[in-house]
T-cell receptor, first 113, second 111 residues
Framework: ETGVTQSPTHLIKTRGQQVTLRCSSQ?????VSWYQQALGQGPQFIFQ???????GRGNFPPRFSGLQFPNYSSELNVNALELDDSALYLC????????????FGPGTRLTVT | DAKTTQPTSMDCAEGRAANLPCNHS???????VYWYRQIHSQGPQYIIH???NNETNEMASLIITEDRKSSTLILPHATLRDTAVYYC????????????FGAGTTVTVRA
């Protein structure tokens, strides 16, 4: 069984640019959540997608947006990048009936210069 | 969701039990206690969760006090691979999305 995968592994962008991060959820998992983890801190919830619809959002501005596709894979888009957006972005997926167990990917390290 | 308090760090000897405390004195009746851990350079990993009864699985045991104001995660035989940041999270319901991770406890298992 393939786990949660994310791409790219690392990314360097310039302030003001836009970025798209990708996540392939574990087979059969229909919910996907995205988290931002700044250096030395715990992950912070950005939003969750369930059956292609946003289903809960954390305290992040609208320039953070996402998509979920019919195969349950997902994208996180960030517009107008700021230096504080530099972080590890984690994707997590789960089964609908085992939603207490989130499976996290290895993350994408984004650096904004 | 209720706030949790964990020690910043702790050491443990390899092969011994590691007991990780978590205080959640403002927990509500419908809030579960979840434990996740994050090994360096990896995403967090689910360990265990519980409501009021003690729970055990292949990874760990979770002991919740009768008043539910605190809990302890027990790793029965710590190995070097258990070195990680351990997060105690309290959240309403068995749906573990929108998890609120604090700073966690950095556990170092020493040979």
């Amino acid at each position: 069984e393939t786990g949660v995968t994310q791409s790219p592994t690392h990314l360097i962008k310039t302030r003001g640019q836009q970025v798209t991060l990708r996540c392939s959820s574990q087979s059969g998992h229909n919910t996907v959540s995205w988290y931002q983890q700044a250096l030395g801190q715990g992950p912070q919830f950005i939003f969750q997608y369930y059956r292609e619809e946003e289903n809960g959002r954390g305290n992040f501005p609208p320039r953070f947006s996402g998509l979920q596709f019919p195969n349950y894979s997902s994208e996180l888009n960030v517009n107008a990048l700021e230096l504080d957006d530099s972080a590890l972005y984690l994707c997590a997926s789960s089964l609908e009936d085992r939603s207490y167990e989130q499976y996290f990917g290895p993350g994408t390290r984004l650096t904004v210069t | 969701d209720a706030k949790t308090t964990q020690p910043t760090s702790m050491d443990c000897a390899e092969g011994r039990a590691a007991n990780l405390p978590c205080n959640h004195s403002t927990i509500s009746g419908n809030e579960y206690v979840y434990w996740y851990r994050q090994i360096h350079s990896q995403g967090p990993q689910y360990i265990i969760h519980g409501l009021k009864n003690n729970e055990t699985n292949e990874m760990a045991s979770l002991i919740i006090t009768e008043d539910r104001k605190s809990s302890t995660l027990i790793l029965p035989h710590a190995t070097l691979r258990d070195t990680a940041v351990y997060y105690c999270i309290v959240r309403a319901g068995r749906v573990a999305y929108k998890l609120s991770f604090g700073a966690g406890t950095t556990v170092t298992v020493r040979a």
